[in-house]
């Protein structure tokens, strides 16, 4: 059971009860990084924040719907075994490998 | 996110369309501040004060604040009231940018909307008008939306210069289906488009034979049209691209996208296109990434019953939108693994309950 923890996020708990920006969620982010941020928000005392340099250095993200295609992802493919391996998506693929 | 009565608060330029539609959907004004208020040109873009406009068409009685430095905007909904609308896009962005937010109004208007957005219809960064054509107007048909729901690419406009022309006419309905989808099935058929505008039109083809070459080992039902625009309809810049749908037996769609790029061949452009689908494939589910948000907001509205449907992992704009429905309609989905038993699905089941929303502009008229 641990080794499942490990491997599955919460997505529900990640999602709704931590603030982690969608893209510390997507990152590794697992559940440590979401304590930490929960503790991060805990000393409110402080009267002044430091900007965080990676909120000024980001440059401009676009509200786009198609994300870029990514030239790692796409290179996999060039892979004749790994063409093989989705076959049984497919309506000619074997139907007993997934189920 | 603090929430006051009917007025919702963001800080930001991100997410702005999806928080705009949820306003308009809900009823509750919406207050965005500091957007880029830390850049060097502080303030909405030209394209996004154009979309705040549109949505002005689209809708009656919407009061839009903008602030004098443009860092700050407040939004006062009012009805959707559809009908003929003409909208002139900026080259900044595709008419994709402008007809997504609106595709997920339109079938809540007081009257069908008949809009013709003028820009270009093709990009890297949105969804193209052959991909909404195809792929996001069949999803609205899972939710009851269906009779006379079309969009029409009249001309073609590739980046940068445009002087592509589209027609999306939309019905109304009083209220949305529930959907419960969780059977993705198997892969059945695959179609693709493949367009060339002012450039030697063997270009189609060639994209065409390079895609083959890689999806012709796992289906027969493969049909790929070369779309030809010629003169007045082909824009003002020259470009290419090749959109790729594949459609399961349970009409589960997933879909790619390439477009040209300056001394990228059009094989290669292909073989992108043709890898991404194999990508999206390989993910599962039974709607792909670029269509999560737009499913998971008709779940909200459908009808007072449980919702079900399975997708891959949410993207950063998917964690965004669920976390603003909940600002706007109060609904959190359940999201569980599809396959508690297998450790490599990533697939998940989202569900909620829908809020029953009911097309009140409509029973108006």
Known sequence: LPHR??????????????????????????????EKVNQDEGDDDDFFRIKKKDDLSRGEELDKTKEALKEQDLKQWEDDDMLESIRHLFITGESNLEE | MTQKAGLV?????????????????????????????????????D???SLLRLLEKVTNGTV????VTGTALLLKPGIISG?????????????????????????????PLQLTLRGITTDDNDLSADLIRTVTLPHLQLFGISDGLELRIKKRGAP??????????????????????????????????????????????RMIEATR?????????????SDVYKGDESGKSPGYALTLLAESTTSALHCSEAVSEPGIAPEDVALRATRALLAEINMG????????????LMMVLGSEDVGRCRMGPPTLRTIQFLRDVRDFFGTSFKIVPAEPSNVDSSQLIYSCYGTGYVNANRTLA
């Open chain 2, 160 to 205: 940068p210069a445009g002087g592509g022309e589209v027609q999306f006419l939309c019905p109304i309905v009083k209220q949305v289906k529930t959907l419960n989808f969780a059977e993705p099935g198997k892969i059945k058929r695959i179609r693709g488009i493949a367009h060339a505008v002012r450039v030697n039109p063997q270009f189609s083809n």
């Open chain 2, 9 to 45: 608060h963001y800080s930001g330029h991100q997410y702005l369309r999806t928080r705009l539609v949820l306003s308009i959907l809900s009823g509750k004004a919406v207050r965005i501040d500091k957007i880029r208020s830390d850049d060097k040109n502080p303030g909405l873009r």
């Open chain 1, 5 to 34: 923890r490990r491997r599955r996020k919460d997505w529900m708990k990640l999602i709704y009860s931590t603030s982690l920006t969608p893209e510390q969620i997507l990152s590794h982010g697992g559940e440590s990084e979401a």
């Open chain 2, 64 to 67: 839009v604040e903008i602030s």
């Open chain 2, 47 to 49: 394209f996004e004060i």
């Open chain 2, 213 to 225: 070459s890689i999806l012709n080992r796992y289906i027969p039902d493969i049909y790929l049209y």
């Open chain 2, 83 to 111: 009908g003929p609308i003409i909208h002139d896009c900026p080259l900044a962005r595709s008419i994709g940018y402008f007809l997504e937010p609106v595709i997920m109004l339109a079938p809540f208007a007081k009257k």
């Open chain 2, 285 to 296: 589910g039974c709607v792909d990434q670029k269509h999560q948000t737009m499913v998971l």
